[in-house]
């Protein structure tokens, strides 16, 4: 079977009908009769559907030739690209949720996603059957339905150039990423340019969030958003004394075995003795692993021998000392290993008020039985996020964002606890201690209450990456492999207990 060429004109002339006729119509009535306003991915799907059909005009007055054929192909991968695009971030939303209208149950941007796959498929059908590709000079004139097609093609392009100058406005103005109700009266027009001023160029949109970069921040107590802080010195320091692979980014500490868990930006992950001057345990991981992993941020004793470490983008690996592991085994795991160390789970927390956001710091609260991550804010999402994890199946347990406590005052009502970035983490008598390495400030919050209980500022910290609990005592880990030794504040409920036995 094969299709003349003036069989596929004719074809093409029912298509650019019902194309334009049907969802590029469509699309316009719906903003007249429901005011449903197009977004910006909106906007692009529909623009690659009208310039679809307008090189289907083309064919139809010219014969296909290839670069037609081309374009139409490269016009329906873009098209199928934006809808993708569009339908991913609402796909993965809970039952009933979605952006705007839907047909028949199904939301306009995923009819796109299929009108622009099926171009690509009946574009690849009629090159099947065709015949041979029209040389230059092949000009007919358009039948009455290729005429209609036109006319319908220029009324309905021309509808569509009204409702984006209604809905966008002329340049500089653009499409938003949330739109407003459409309406045809002028005083109701919402002309913004939100959507061109993003915080870096990114094909990733919104969703591409800078790496968190604690080295750039201002360890200034006396410029925090906290004023009058009590300031807590150092008492001694202590060095991590062994080789790392890269430097070191977190450290926790487990009184029960009297044993450190040091972790580097190199991937490294070290079990040391107390004196940190010996390695029991040491791999190295491998970041592209089934899983990937940006640079380690966090770790934590678990209980038992598990231990745990955390990346910046929420991915996590469990370890566990075995004196039976069989390096040939754990090959796939890790880069290099002593040998004596098994994986046993490689996964990513999933959180909700922390989405889109990195964290820098992990810590363990015993008696809950949950991990903690702390988010650090970017250009995009400014909060400061706790997120609590069940230690059974490590699934999202709950979330919050601290309050101020009394006591604790602002510097100015502009003001935020989310401009701190939390480095550092660990949990003792149902509190969190959460160091900052921006304003080198410590932040006590109480679990039960939600509430930062206490604050204080660190002066001579500089570029801290982990915190840990030895006693009554404070170890604050910095970059550099230095361990500063504080005496643990006593709070005022501590004091309470103490004064009541």
Same mark, same amino acid.
């Given at each position: 079977?094969? @299709? ?12 650019? %009908? %019902? ?8 699309? *316009?009535?719906?903003?007249?009769? &429901? ?17 679809? $059909? ?5 064919? @139809?007055?010219? !014969? ?25 971030? &609402? ?11 839907? @047909?028949?149950? *199904? ?69 938003? +990423? ?22 870096? %160029?990114?094909?990733? +949109? ?9 080295? $750039? ?32 980014? !977190? ?39 089934? *899983? ?10 678990? +209980? ?77 999402? #400014? ?40 480095? !550092?983490?660990?949990? $003792? ?14 932040? *006590? ?9 206490? $604050? ?14 030895? +006693? ?15 005496? #643990? ?13």
């Amino acid at each position: 079977m094969a @299709i003349s060429e003036d069989r596929l004109r004719a074809i093409l002339s029912w298509i650019v %009908i %019902i194309l334009v006729g049907g969802p590029v119509t469509g699309a *316009v009535l719906l903003g007249v009769i &429901h005011g449903d306003s197009p977004c910006i991915l909106c906007w692009a799907q529909r623009t690659s559907m009208v310039l679809i $059909a307008l090189v289907g005009l083309f064919v @139809i007055r010219y !014969g296909p030739r290839p670069r037609y054929l081309g374009m139409v192909i490269l016009l329906g991968a873009w098209g199928t690209f934006m809808a993708i695009r569009h339908s991913a971030l &609402h796909l993965a939303r809970d039952v009933g949720q979605g952006f705007s209208a839907t @047909i028949f149950g *199904v939301h306009t941007y995923v009819w796109s996603w299929v009108i622009h796959f099926t171009v690509l498929v009946v574009v690849g059908v009629l090159l099947l059957f065709l015949r041979r590709v029209a040389p230059d000079g092949g000009i007919q004139e358009p039948t009455r339905a290729g005429r209609f097609a036109t006319g319908l093609f220029m009324v309905v392009v021309g509808a569509n150039a009204l409702q984006a100058f209604v809905s966008t406005g002329p340049p500089p103005y653009m499409g938003q +990423g949330d739109p407003v109700r459409l309406s045809l009266d002028p005083k109701h027009w919402v002309w913004a340019m939100e959507e061109l001023q993003p915080p870096r %160029i990114s094909l990733r +949109g919104s969703w591409d969030i800078p790496a968190p970069d604690p080295s $750039a921040v201002d360890p200034d107590p006396s410029k925090g958003p906290l004023v009058d802080l009590p300031a807590l010195s150092v008492a001694r320091w202590e060095t991590v004394d062994v080789p790392l692979e890269g430097r070191l980014s !977190g450290l926790a500490f487990d009184a029960a075995s009297d044993r450190f868990l040091a972790i580097t930006d190199g991937y490294g992950v070290y079990l040391l003795d107390g004196t940190l001057s010996h390695v029991v345990h040491h791999v190295v991981l491998d970041r592209g692993f089934s *899983v990937d992993l940006t640079p380690l941020a966090g770790a934590a004793f678990l +209980g038992g021998d598990t231990l745990a470490v955390l990346s910046t983008n929420k991915s996590y690996a469990l370890l566990m000392p075995d004196p039976d592991a069989q390096e040939s085994r754990e090959w796939r795991h890790f880069l290099s290993t002593d040998g004596r160390m098994t994986e046993l789970r490689l996964s990513r927390f999933q959180t909700v008020r922390a989405h889109q956001m990195y964290v820098l710091s992990l810590a363990f609260d015993p008696s809950a039985r949950e991990l903690i991550t702390v988010s650090v804010p970017n250009p995009r999402h #400014r909060q400061l996020v706790v997120s609590r994890f069940a230690r059974e199946d490590l699934v999202l347990a709950s979330e919050f964002q601290p309050r101020l406590g009394a006591g604790l005052a602002l510097r100015d009502p502009d003001r935020r606890l989310a401009e701190y970035v939390v480095t !550092g983490a660990v949990v $003792a008598d149902g509190r969190l201690y959460a160091l900052s390495a921006a304003y080198s400030t410590l932040l *006590v919050i109480d679990l039960e209450t939600k509430a930062v209980q206490a $604050a204080y500022a660190l002066p001579g910290i500089s570029q801290p990456v982990g915190l840990a609990v030895r +006693g009554e005592e404070l170890l604050v880990a910095q970059q550099d492999g230095r361990v500063g030794v504080i005496e #643990r504040p006593a709070m005022a409920s501590d004091e309470g207990s103490a004064e009541s036995s």
